[in-house]
DNA sequence: GTCTATAGGCTGATAGAC
DNA sequence: GTCTATCAGCCTATAGAC
């Protein structure tokens, strides 16, 4: 069944086109601007078209988010190295900022934009359906993404840096909301702060491991 | 002239009607809900004759907006009373999470949509045409909410907790942004985070004042 | 598989009657 | 000042021709 197996990736190519488009509207317009008509233009093919590939709308912006923390794993993985704890959580603030700074609208999408879409792209899910997306490495990115900070204060822990017996994963919440609450205030209230992005995510980080001590 | 003082009278009587309409459109169904259809609907006009109150939709929101940035300022001004103050951060830090929580929809159209109604509204601004809004004390309401924050750590230098030299508004926008952050990701990631709000806001405000020793 | 065409809905905003 | 009617446009999604 040579011919079959052709044809799968046939489909699997133009849903990555479609993919594609998308990112590139949502970057440039908003998430709002976001129609299939659009799609259908940017990629040269007739609205109805698209509904051979993707349920709706919605499948299409799930897919988005999921490839949008795919994208901020790979940008915080090279820091999860660092061996010294201290700095790996500095490292990874940093990449964080700049990761939501740079890529606003993935940002925006991933963590402003509607419960619907960022739940469901964040938790591990199973195929949607279709089968079309099996090896797919990007199931539960967001979460892979969170564990690499939790891992930092575990390691502060066997650095004896932390108290044994505290919460990782709270204090990962905690240091996640406020490097979150840097990069969307930003993003929405840009010309209120008069501190940069990188200093904020510098003198929180220093504040923070000062407060752990 | 008391006919004419009767009509101004009448023509602010039915902004507020509009304004308390579309909040609560807002509420109910979200920013990205509210038309003028279902403005007119509420109060009962024809979509039209809202356009001889309001300039166009724009205009509604950043009204809409302005009054929300002056309730956020009531709710954190009996904080602002009490004297010490690590205790008034605790406090207010409170105030405003359980602001956020209690009243999400005016929350995300004032920090989390669009930056236009955003800025628009934080900032200080006269009147913008047809001078109806004139006694207005909403101008400027987010600037007054954040030097309440600044206050804060100005008495904490009075008190000598904090060194002099320090920067009372950077630290005020680094503490806002990681209450914003716990506020916002509550909002659109509720399920993904372990912890509560209120667990949250407390954590991250004995941290933030432990790291300021 | 892809097209055209369209159903059936929504939107903001305006013109002109009363 | 308020209405009705409507323009001009957008949208998702589907049906049926090829």
Redesign the interface.
Same mark, same amino acid.
């Given at each position: 069944m040579g011919s079959s197996e052709r044809k799968e990736r046939q489909k699997v190519e133009l849903q990555q086109q479609i993919l594609s488009a998308a990112k590139e509207i949502v970057s440039r317009d908003g998430f709002?601007a976001l129609t299939m008509r659009k799609i259908a233009d940017a990629i040269e093919y007739a609205p109805g078209t698209i509904y051979l590939y993707f349920e709706n709308r919605d499948e299409i912006a799930k897919q988005l988010c999921r490839q949008g923390y795919r994208e901020l794993l790979e940008c915080l993985k090279p820091t999860a190295a660092i061996l010294d704890p201290r700095a790996r959580l500095r490292a990874m603030a940093g990449a964080y900022v700049q990761f939501g700074s740079s890529n606003s609208a993935t940002y925006r999408l991933i963590?402003? @934009?509607?419960?619907k879409f $960022?739940?469901a792209a =964040? %938790?591990a899910v199973p195929i949607p359906q279709g089968g079309g997306y099996a090896n797919d490495s990007s199931n539960g990115a #967001?979460i892979q993404a969170?564990q690499l900070l939790v891992a930092v204060f575990d390691a502060l822990k066997a650095n004896r840096s932390l108290r044994a017996d505290a919460d990782s994963?709270?204090l990962a +919440?905690?240091f996640?909301? %406020? =490097?979150? #609450?840097?990069v %969307? /205030?930003k &993003?929405?209230?840009?010309?209120? /702060? *008069? $501190?940069t992005s990188e @200093? /904020?995510v510098t %003198? *929180?980080t220093? =504040?923070? /491991? *000062?407060? &752990? +001590?």
């Open positions: 709002a963590f402003m @934009e509607d419960p $960022t739940d =964040l %938790s #967001g969170f994963t709270r +919440e905690i996640w909301t %406020s =490097l979150h #609450g840097i %969307s /205030l &993003l929405t209230c840009s010309s209120f /702060l *008069a $501190t @200093e /904020l %003198s *929180a220093d =504040l923070f /491991l *000062a407060g &752990l +001590e």
